[in-house]
């Protein structure tokens, strides 16, 4: 599998998933979602240069966003309730699924290219 691609095509659906859900979300709260938005969308385009830090970097937002998202009690609130079901679907599938699949894709391209630089060296 390539896992570079799964982790571009995972990046792009966190985008088109966060901008979908700021119309959603708290609007005192619209410039950090817009923010983050933009970090995911610039890190796409580093991780489709084959930029390893952009990799680093994903392993780090995914696993930020999802501790932040475990320990905001009104998102824990949401999901437990569904109080409101369009949000706690958008919370799930953005911030955690997506979350996760960035974190092992871009742990996997990272593991990937370094046994094929560890490969070219043996030779």
Same mark, same amino acid.
């Given at each position: 599998m390539n896992y570079h691609r799964a982790t571009i095509f995972t990046l !792009? #659906? +966190? #985008?088109?998933v966060g901008i979908c859900? !700021?119309?959603?979300?708290?609007?005192?709260? +619209?410039?950090? #979602?817009?923010?983050?938005e933009l970090l995911f969308i610039v890190l796409t385009f580093f991780v489709w240069k084959e930029s390893t830090r952009a990799l680093y970097a994903c392993l780090i937002v995914g696993c930020i966003v999802i501790i932040g998202n475990s320990l905001a009690p009104p998102h824990v609130h949401l999901m437990t309730t569904f109080e409101k079901p369009i949000n706690a679907v958008i919370l799930i599938v953005g911030g955690y699924v997506l979350q996760a699949m960035l974190v092992i894709f871009s742990l996997k391209t990272i593991l990937e290219r370094r046994s094929i630089h560890i490969s070219n060296i043996n030779r």
């Open positions: !792009i #659906s +966190i #985008s088109i859900a !700021i119309p959603f979300g708290d609007p005192r709260l +619209i410039f950090g #979602s817009v923010l983050l």
